[in-house]
């Protein structure tokens, strides 16, 4: 069955085997990835098996060449087990496509392969100790000598912080640069690399299987090579990348709130109280109403902006505006629904109550929800 206007056949049969993959090789073992806080290594490995990582990725390197729409619903079908997943949308759809649009063809050949077996695990290294959404605040530097920069630093936060072994790391190649996001490179940094040493595994209120990690550059010797695009250029990169990140956030969120949704529904049809189902109670169909609304609104939202970016359309005041509301919506609907369930809502071993702890961090990362309306004042002419 066809969820977007755009999808054709192949994306139908494209999603249902990824989705029956996922009942196989996944769902039933994804409660123990949560008790040990990572997803394994073996089950990156498997999905690059089956063409799930980097589709996108050009024929000449491997990859099967489609576009965006099969991110998306690899995105939302990862989403549907459960939001410790999100790495592989972050390798898939935000770090890998830095390399395919700025990376030389060097740079393409030596990881590109890499990325669609799992060899190499990407993920992207701005947030620092005292550095968030000001990224031209960085206080990573990197100083040329020769055909080395010396990198020195500290980043936290970073989502494949453990199993990754490849990071888009931002550093200031130009520490005096006035404006200071002109002094601001990209590096692809590999582990092994010496001087990168990799901190502890960071214990998150939620995403528990998402393992994230924080990074140590100390006197670390990365490659003139591995810049990728031109010296300085790195803030005109990621915001150029920032639009498909957070559309992909919003569409995390959306996917989220539609499984609320969807097992709310269920419970409140079975679940008795004073004689009857709780579900014909007149709060909870409010309640639900609402939700489903909310829902329904933020899906259609959403199909346009993904049409309208795969079209190439500049779309960052509504992406803003969907990753700001999807994601404030995602919270509400995960306190309302999780509340429908009573006491059994706030048990571990209810999915609700792994949805309200999960959901929260979606209006933190690629950019606080305060940074996505301070883009849609300014593009108001406020």
């Not at 393409?108 to 060899?119: F, I, Q, S």
Request: aromatic share 10%; glycine share 10%; hydrophobic share 35%.
């Amino acid at each position: 069955m066809k969820r977007y206007r755009f999808e054709t056949e192949e994306h139908v049969l494209f999603r249902k085997t990824l989705r029956k993959f996922l009942e196989k090789e996944a769902v039933p073992l994804y409660d123990e990835w949560e008790q040990q806080r990572l997803v394994p290594k073996a089950f990156w490995r498997k999905l690059g098996e089956m063409g799930f990582l980097c589709p996108q990725i050009d024929e000449q390197y491997g990859g099967l060449g489609l576009d965006f729409s099969y991110g998306v619903i690899i995105g939302e079908e990862m989403e549907r087990v459960g939001a410790g997943l999100t790495g592989i949308g972050l390798h898939n759809d935000i770090v890998v496509p830095y390399i395919e649009s700025y990376g030389t063809d060097e740079q393409k050949e030596r990881y590109l392969p890499g990325c669609l077996t799992a060899d190499f695990i990407t993920g992207v290294a701005m947030t620092e100790p005292g550095t968030g959404s000001d990224l031209a605040s960085v206080q990573t530097s990197a100083r040329r000598e020769g055909e080395f920069y010396i990198v020195n630093g500290q980043k936290t936060f970073i989502t494949n912080g453990v199993n990754g072994n490849l990071f888009l790391t931002v550093v200031k190649t130009d520490v005096h640069a006035e404006p200071r996001h002109r002094g601001i490179s990209l590096l692809l940094i590999e582990e092994g690399m010496e001087g990168f040493t990799k901190g502890r595994k960071l214990d998150k209120v939620g995403m528990h299987s998402q393992d994230t990690a924080e990074l140590y550059f100390e006197e670390c010797k990365v490659p003139v090579a591995n810049l990728i695009g031109d010296e300085n250029k790195g803030f005109h990169y990621l915001m150029q990348k920032l639009q498909q990140e957070r559309l992909l956030v919003a569409l995390s969120a959306q996917t989220a709130s539609e499984d609320m949704l969807e097992m709310t529904l269920e419970y409140v049809k079975d679940r008795q109280a004073f004689g009857k189902s709780i579900g014909s109670f007149q709060n909870t169909q409010f309640k639900l109403a609402e939700v489903a609304t909310k829902v329904e609104l933020g899906k259609t939202f959403l199909e346009s902006l993904i049409e309208d970016h795969m079209s190439g359309a500049d779309v960052v005041t509504k992406v803003s505006m969907a990753k700001y509301w999807i994601t404030e919506s995602a919270r509400e609907i995960a306190t309302e629904c999780m509340k429908l369930y009573g006491g059994y809502g706030y048990m571990e071993e209810y999915k609700i109550a792994r949805r309200y702890r999960d959901i929260p961090v979606t209006s933190i990362y690629a950019g606080t929800n305060e940074i996505m309306k301070v883009i849609i004042a300014k593009n108001l002419g406020l």
